[in-house]
């Protein structure tokens, strides 16, 4: 289950109806990426302990999380570039409130 869908990120880039469904494959792309990337950083799936029957709503800062990430990468699409940056702060910090550490 994703929690941010696609219609959710074109919200997120600003994208108005007259821009169509050109990029829609590469913004599903970004998204389920973003989606990967945040339960990685976090340790655990977040659909297997937020959302379901008896668990706690899916807290909004991982939404937004995904949804700056999966943002940022549709508009920063090269990895390397002049002036290429780091994955935004934001997001980290969004996250590690929610980081499961094991050792």
């Known amino acids: ?37 945040v339960e990685r950083l976090l340790g655990f799936k977040i659909e297997e302990t937020f959302g379901g029957v008896d668990q706690d709503p899916i807290p909004p800062a991982l939404i937004e999380a995904v949804s700056q990430l999966a ?13 290429a940056r780091e994955v935004p702060f934001g997001v980290r910090e969004l996250v590690s409130g929610y980081q499961e550490f094991t050792f």
């Open 71 to 83: 943002a940022w990468w549709y508009e920063q699409r090269e990895a390397a570039s002049e002036g």
């Open 1 to 37: 289950m994703a929690i941010v869908l696609l219609a959710e990120l074109k919200e997120q880039l600003a994208f108005t109806d007259d821009i169509g469904t050109a990029d829609d494959a590469l913004m599903q792309r970004k998204l389920d990426a973003a989606h990967d990337h």
